[in-house]
């Protein structure tokens, strides 16, 4: 395991539902993203956190909404979603510093808007 | 806008041969990173290789980088069948240490 975990692994939702992804780094790294993986598509940064901090929005719509409430945990709130943003949603940790690391993923949200 | 390109899309080798992927870029990089990911599965990072590196070793990973034609290639020796996946290459470019542009991956098949 790489030390990034992600909850749940499988979620089917309506387009009217509310619900939250989770991700938890046990590797003490301080930025977090996630990320979106459509079938045959390459794979789309999301958004970035830094010590906390939103660093990069990726012109995400807003129906995701992103939470880091500590270097930690990164949450990801889906609401009013389209059955195109079906994808593997995968959640991701590095160092944070003057250059840039490797990033350790999570096994990713399989998730299915229906 | 995608700044790695894998090539072939996909590549099917016999266990005990030698697997080679390849990978273009559009603009001058900070490093280039080397990734797999099982089917359906998170990605695992492989190698990292900076800009004024040529060439890095990791077990049975091999993987160079020209800065001139703007490409790096990962060869994988003695394949096994554990390592069928798909591999993608990743940049970090311009002021962002953070970010990463993927490329849509070379999907690897080892047959026993």
């Known amino acids: 395991e790489t030390g990034v975990t992600q909850t749940p692994r499988h979620l089917v939702m309506g387009m009217t539902n509310k619900k939250s992804l989770k991700c938890e780094q046990h590797?003490?790294?301080?930025?977090m993203y996630w990320y979106k993986q459509s079938a045959k598509k390459p794979l789309e940064l999301m958004f970035v956190?830094?010590?906390?901090?939103?660093?990069e929005n990726n012109s995400v719509p807003s129906r995701f909404s992103p939470e880091c409430p500590n270097s930690s945990h990164l949450f990801l709130h889906l609401h009013t979603l389209q059955p195109e943003d079906s994808a593997l949603y995968l959640c991701?940790?590095?160092?944070?510093?003057?250059?840039?690391?490797?990033?350790?993923f999570g096994p990713g949200t399989r998730l299915t808007v229906t | 806008s995608q700044q790695g390109e894998e090539d072939p899309q996909a590549l099917s080798i016999q266990e005990g041969e030698n697997a080679t992927m390849n990978c273009s870029y559009k603009t001058s990089i900070n490093n280039l990173q080397w990734y797999r990911q099982n089917s359906g599965r998170g990605l695992v990072h492989l190698i990292l290789i900076r800009s004024n590196e040529r060439e890095k070793h990791s077990g049975r990973l091999r993987v160079t980088l020209d800065t001139s034609k703007k490409s790096s290639s990962l060869l994988i020796t003695a394949s096994r069948a554990a390592d069928t996946a798909s591999y993608f290459c990743?940049?970090?470019?311009?002021?962002?240490?953070?970010?990463?542009?993927f490329g849509k991956g070379t999907l690897l098949t080892v047959n026993p």
């Open positions: 590797l003490g790294h301080n930025a």
């Open positions: 956190y830094n010590f906390k901090e939103q660093t």
């Open positions: 990743a940049c970090n470019s311009g002021g962002s240490n953070y970010k990463l542009t």
């Open positions: 991701a940790s590095s160092q944070a510093g003057g250059q840039s690391y490797e990033q350790y």
